[in-house]
């Protein structure tokens, strides 16, 4: 017969066998690494709105750094750092490692778009006394979370005879914000028994720029001097015209700062922490990397958020084109570079909401102060339009994350019929490179204001450190 195990006979059993579920003990100097680290992502969201402003913050510290202007007929040697600027909206670093990129590269891939509201192309108009901008929304949002609140322009108008001018207004203490307007609770019955979908329609995201007409009255111009007056401000500032809005990159997005919440001060509140508190550690990892064994790339990747098309998205060909030009510089066949390669799609996780307990699965999702996230695969219900990772990766990245104390977890995005939700993973993993979504979980994500743990935020950026040096 076999034998009986005694109590503690079993309990050594459950120790050895069993996930605990439970988080790791975690140090109070290591939380304090956490909130110092969590000063300098603040003070980068609060320069960074937009995935221009974001290229020109990440590429003004790379060249403090030692980074040069890529070169794509020069051999690099190890521990050489280069970038390349993809049209002002994204950007690729680079250091080259000891073995170059014959046994593949390491890649860490993150998006600086975020949702927000875009003008169109012509968007000036004045209605019954008011001025308004028109508004094509970008990105995932649920519209009613964009009325009532304070919003800042920032942008790039390019004149016909092209010249350039840079916008930013509403983001200091002093200057002007901009709103959408919502309707009032006391005449919003039948607004109310529409879907939250339908309470706000895209049509209706106008923005509000102005109210005072242009001086002396003239009766030809009436229904449009206020309009007038708004484009007279412009012009004398920006030397613009109304046509000008036709060749124009203007967003609008939220004009809150980038704060600490809870009276613990152990998340950050802010605007765009999709992707940008991802982009921010594989910025500052791949900046203070020396001379790794492999060669590493980083991508700052624009339009995630809408499927990652056109020619600053990661279905493009931008990031197979540098590393063709990296492989042939040192006689090398980009295919096989990259089928030796590894990347960390670092993309943030849906952090378990306990007001919202009825989308999440609990054994199988993220939460805050757990560590960096790790999804291995995304997609929605049936796995659908997504990437996944294979056992033999996940297991090199436990092995690897463990031995550097990195905190990490497992997740979903929620509940299997819940939804669901893409990345750049599936785009990375069509170059046949091993791939995995990883990064740090938020809490209403999307929203114009987001919510993520200081911790898991510095987890994010020793996952990225250790990923690069092994």
């Not at 066998?17 to 992502?41: D, F, T």
């Not at 221009?52 to 060249?63: F, G, K, S």
């Not at 990892?285 to 990747?301: F, G, H, Q, S, Y």
């Given at each position: 017969m076999r034998k009986s195990n005694d109590a503690a006979d079993v309990k050594k059993l459950s120790e050895k066998?069993?996930?605990?579920?439970?988080?790791?003990?975690?140090?109070?100097?290591?939380?304090?690494?956490?909130?110092?680290?969590?000063?300098?992502?603040k003070a980068f969201m609060n320069a960074?709105?937009?995935?221009?402003?974001?290229?020109?913050?990440?590429?003004?510290?790379?060249?403090?750094?030692g980074f040069s202007a890529f070169q794509p007929d020069k051999k690099y040697a190890p521990g050489d750092r280069v970038y390349l600027n993809n049209r002002g909206k994204a950007l690729l670093m680079a250091v080259i490692g000891r073995d170059g990129c014959q046994n593949g590269v390491r890649i860490t891939a993150a998006h600086i778009d975020s949702p927000r509201l875009d003008l169109k192309p012509h968007p000036l108009f004045e209605k019954d006394g008011l001025s308004f901008f028109k508004t094509h929304y970008y990105g995932g949002i649920k519209k009613y979370q964009w009325t009532a609140i304070p919003l800042s322009m920032h942008g790039r108008i390019v004149r016909k005879d092209g010249t350039a001018v840079d916008i930013k207004v509403g983001e200091e203490d002093g200057e002007p914000r901009f709103c959408v307007t919502d309707l009032l609770p006391h005449l919003a019955d039948e607004q109310m028994t529409k879907t939250m979908e339908k309470g706000i329609e895209g049509e209706k995201l106008n923005l509000i720029?102005?109210?005072?007409?242009?001086?002396?009255?003239?009766?030809s111009l009436e229904g449009n001097r206020v309009r007038l007056n708004v484009m007279k401000l412009l012009n004398e500032r920006y030397g613009i015209t109304e046509e000008d809005f036709v060749s124009a990159d203007l967003e609008f997005v939220p004009a809150f700062p980038a704060v600490d919440i809870g009276f613990d001060r152990s998340m950050v509140g802010a605007y765009a922490q999709d992707d940008r508190?991802?982009?921010?550690?594989?910025?500052?990892?791949?900046?203070?990397?020396?001379?790794?064994?492999?060669?590493?790339?980083?991508?700052?990747?624009?339009?995630?958020?809408?499927?990652?098309v056109g020619n600053t998205g990661l279905n493009s060909?931008?990031?197979?084109?540098?590393?063709?030009?990296?492989?042939?510089?040192?006689?090398l066949s980009a295919r096989r570079v990259l089928a030796g390669s590894q990347c960390l799609s670092a993309d943030v996780a849906a952090a378990y909401d306990p007001n919202f307990s009825e989308v999440f699965e609990p054994s199988n999702s993220c939460y805050l102060n757990g560590g960096v996230g790790i999804e291995k695969y995304t997609g929605g219900r049936g796995k659908s339009k997504t990437s996944e990772a294979s056992a033999e990766y996940v297991a090199?990245?436990?092995?690897?994350?463990?031995?550097?104390?990195?905190?990490?977890?497992?997740?979903?995005?929620?509940?299997?019929d819940a939804g669901g939700s893409g990345t750049v993973a599936k785009f990375i993993a069509a170059l046949n490179v091993d791939v995995i979504d990883l990064g740090v979980p938020v809490l209403s994500m999307h929203a114009p204001f987001e919510v993520v743990s200081k911790l898991d935020l510095l987890m994010t950026d020793r996952a990225v450190r250790a990923f690069y040096q092994e």
């Open positions: 066998l069993l996930r605990s579920g439970k988080s790791p003990r975690i140090s109070e100097e290591l939380w304090n690494e956490a909130y110092e680290y969590a000063e300098g992502y960074v709105k937009t995935e221009r402003e974001a290229v020109v913050y990440a590429v003004d510290l790379a060249r403090k750094a720029n102005g109210s005072r007409p242009v001086f002396p009255e003239e009766p508190v991802c982009a921010y550690p594989v910025l500052m990892a791949t900046l203070n990397t020396k001379t790794p064994k492999k060669t590493v790339v980083a991508v700052l990747a624009d339009r995630e958020e809408i499927g990652s060909h931008f990031l197979t084109d540098f590393i063709e030009d990296l492989a042939q510089a040192e006689g090199q990245l436990r092995g690897m994350f463990e031995q550097n104390h990195v905190l990490w977890q497992m997740g979903e995005n929620g509940k299997v």
